[in-house]
């Protein structure tokens, strides 16, 4: 492998990756009430008009708003009262002129009623009449029938992501299942000589292989499914064995480690010998993670990140959760919560790369302000410690104290 190798900014990088990714075919059928985070395979309108029967929007009476016309406190209009609206039955009482019936919030308007008195606007009168002491308009105090939603209109469309509002939605209108996207595949190898489980204590040179397990859950939050596969050494066939499996078993492949220009590092290697197009980018003009990889192999994205976990953390949310959510269905990138802050340090830089660094936020005076974490691009701690990462543009050489800059949240 060369020793060198030309960059290309994240944009153009993702565009080389971008036209082989399709919304995967399968589709599952869930339960509605178990479809939080699921992307939708089909546009759904409502089946029925919400409300189905004109209801009170409030404790009240029920009038003919017309009984009520220039009712005011010195001159109240008085209305027979002749039963009561329980709530989830049926109105049996049906009003005739100058007539109420008490009625609760939600309770189905009776038959000739057309508006809703509120209780501070009237007086009882030994429980056999009420005086109105303001007159009521039309339709004040009631949702009428579809006011929520009519039948046939649209409640959400292909590729929307399903939210807890949606989904109480849905099973408010009756739509007790749905048919989603299957969830996308992710295959995550470890490479290296170096590292040990989680559970084991390290030897001298040794690291325990915290990536694999960062990187699921990266990707679980995605909305996809992780497969952790093993350790895989720094051998070529065993790596190449791994990957060739891993396009067979799952939908998205990532490599962690093997991407850098060592003479030890094989996954561009691997990945062009298992067929085309292979290797599309080596080498995003980022930091950290400028030896990233992009390849498309066997009809399956395949990503070589590097092994320091910052940089493993930051090139996934960069690339690998946006192929997840193309792969998904989504319509749309879920929406980055970015905000601004001021820089309480000088954060130096190189023009033509862009460059990510973790932050601790804090308020001072009303004010957002971002300050700098700095470490090596192994050191997960400065992860830990911020609460969001600052972007340097491509095209800056820093960004000086004092300075409005955007923060990427965790």
């Known amino acids: 492998m060369p020793q060198l190798f030309t960059v290309l900014t994240p944009q153009q990088a993702w565009s080389k990756l971008e ?27 409502s089946p029925v008009d919400v409300p189905h029967f004109p209801r009170s929007a409030m404790d009240g009476y029920a009038v003919r708003a017309v009984d009520t016309h220039g009712a005011s406190e010195g001159l109240p209009s008085y209305l027979k009262l002749v039963g009561e609206i329980t709530m989830g039955r049926p109105a049996t009482v049906a009003l005739s002129a100058g007539e109420a019936v008490l009625i609760h919030t939600g309770g189905m308007l009776p038959p000739g009623a057309d508006a809703v008195v509120m209780l501070e606007n009237t007086r009882d009168i030994d429980g ?19 006011e929520d939603m009519l039948q046939g209109e649209p409640l959400l469309s292909r590729g929307s992501v399903l939210r807890p509002q949606d989904i109480g939605g849905l099973l408010s209108v009756g739509l007790t299942k749905v048919y989603v ?36 859950a990266m990707a679980f939050q995605s909305g996809a499914v992780p497969i952790r596969m093993g350790i895989v ?64 192999v066997g009809g399956k994205p395949v990503f070589g990140l590097p092994g320091n976990p910052a940089s493993a ?56 302000y971002a300050e700098p974490v700095f470490g090596k691009s192994n050191m997960m701690f400065a992860l830990m410690r911020g609460d969001g990462v600052a972007v340097v543009p491509l095209q800056k050489a820093g960004i000086a104290v004092g300075e409005t800059l955007t923060v990427r949240l965790f």
Not at 21 to 42: C, H, K, N, Q
Not at 234 to 241: C, E, P, R
Not at 243 to 258: K, N
Not at 318 to 342: C, H, M, N, Q, T
Request: proline share 6%.
């Open 128 to 146: 056999s009449g009420i005086e109105v002491v303001r007159a009521a308009a039309r339709g004040e105090n009631v949702i009428q029938v579809g």
């Open 233 to 296: 050494r720094d051998n070529y066939d065993a790596l190449k064995q791994a990957v060739q499996a891993a396009v067979e078993m799952a939908d998205v492949v990532v490599v962690s480690a093997g991407s850098s220009v060592s003479a030890r590092d094989m996954t561009a290697d691997v990945v062009n010998s298992l067929g085309e197009p292979g290797v599309l980018v080596h080498g995003v003009a980022l930091r950290p993670g400028k030896p990233t990889i992009i390849a498309f």
């Open 181 to 216: 996207y299957g969830r996308v595949k992710v295959a995550l190898i470890p490479t290296g000589d170096e590292l040990v489980s989680p559970e084991e204590d390290p030897g001298m040179g040794q690291i325990r292989n915290t990536n694999a397990y960062a990187l699921s």
């Open 313 to 368: 953390m930051i090139t996934f949310q960069l690339f690998v959760v946006p192929a997840i959510e193309r792969l998904g269905g989504r319509s749309r990138e879920a929406g980055r919560l970015e905000l601004k802050a001021r820089a309480t340090r000088n954060i130096p830089s190189t023009p033509g790369r862009e460059d990510f660094i973790p932050v601790r936020l804090e308020e001072r005076d009303g004010e957002l």
């Open 19 to 45: 036209p082989y990714l399709s919304p995967l075919e399968r589709i599952d059928t869930v339960a509605t009430s178990e479809g939080l985070g699921r992307v939708l395979v089909e546009d759904i309108s």
